[in-house]
């Protein structure tokens, strides 16, 4: 079985400071770790994916991930928040082993706020 | 890059009537595609998940006569609700995969509401 856990439900941020998301899995092979951002009404647009290779991942907007494998940790990260960044962010795994199941699994979301 | 499109956006419909949803690849050939439902303010749930020319696969608890899902091509998958009631109102989302292991790119999304 696989699953993500992102701990926090808001992250408040002042724009130009630099901001984290969290993100934690369990899968029982190899992760595909992935950061998705939804605007309201709208759907999933990709940030970034680590599938291996470098642990500091770049993404989309100015983004970036870093995974441990020893923490089981992907954490969404951005040097300097801007306001438009505030949405809501979903941190999604697919176990690599697990050939039988292809679909992602989402962790709950973390809504991150930037405040002017 | 890939894209995906959902159609319509929106809808509102009445009660015990069915409504279908339309996912389609636009610039790539899906041989899988996934439906996802999400609540207000939660995260998304996978629903089922569809290859081109077989039956999908449904996820436990989610009920198949009321959701059917048929995947004709390889651009084209659609949701079909059932009956539907208001507890079915929701966010569908559908993703498409160009192949087993590949990266999959999302729909816009549906706004299902039911009166």
């Known amino acids: 079985a696989q699953s993500v856990a992102q701990p926090e439900d808001q992250v408040n941020v002042a724009e130009g400071n630099p901001l984290t998301v969290k993100c934690t899995y369990s899968v029982s092979g190899n992760p595909y770790l992935f950061w998705y951002v939804q605007y309201p009404n709208r759907g999933l647009q990709f940030l970034l994916k680590?599938?291996?290779?470098?642990?500091l991942v770049k993404g989309s907007y100015g983004f970036e991930a870093e995974f441990n494998k020893s923490q089981t940790s992907f954490h969404l990260k951005k040097p300097s928040a801007l306001v438009s960044d505030s949405a809501l962010y979903f941190c999604a795994v697919r176990d690599l082993e697990d050939t039988g199941r292809r679909a992602l699994t989402f962790g709950s979301g973390t809504r991150l706020q930037v405040q002017p | 890059g890939a894209v995906v499109s959902q159609h319509p956006s929106r809808v509102i419909c009445k009660s015990g009537t069915s409504v279908k949803i339309e996912c389609r690849s636009l610039d790539f050939q899906a041989t899988t595609m996934f439906w996802y439902r999400q609540f207000p303010k939660q995260s998304l749930m996978l629903m089922a998940t569809s290859n081109e020319g077989s039956k999908a696969t449904y996820e436990q608890g989610v009920e198949k006569d009321k959701f059917l899902i048929n995947h004709a091509s390889l651009t084209l998958s659609t949701l079909t609700v059932t009956s539907a009631h208001p507890e079915d109102s929701s966010f569908y989302i559908c993703?498409?995969?160009?192949?087993?292991?590949?990266?999959?790119?999302f729909g816009p999304g549906t706004r299902l509401t039911v009166l």
């Open positions: 993703s498409a995969s160009e192949g087993g292991g590949g990266e999959q790119f």
């Open positions: 680590y599938i291996t290779g470098d642990n």
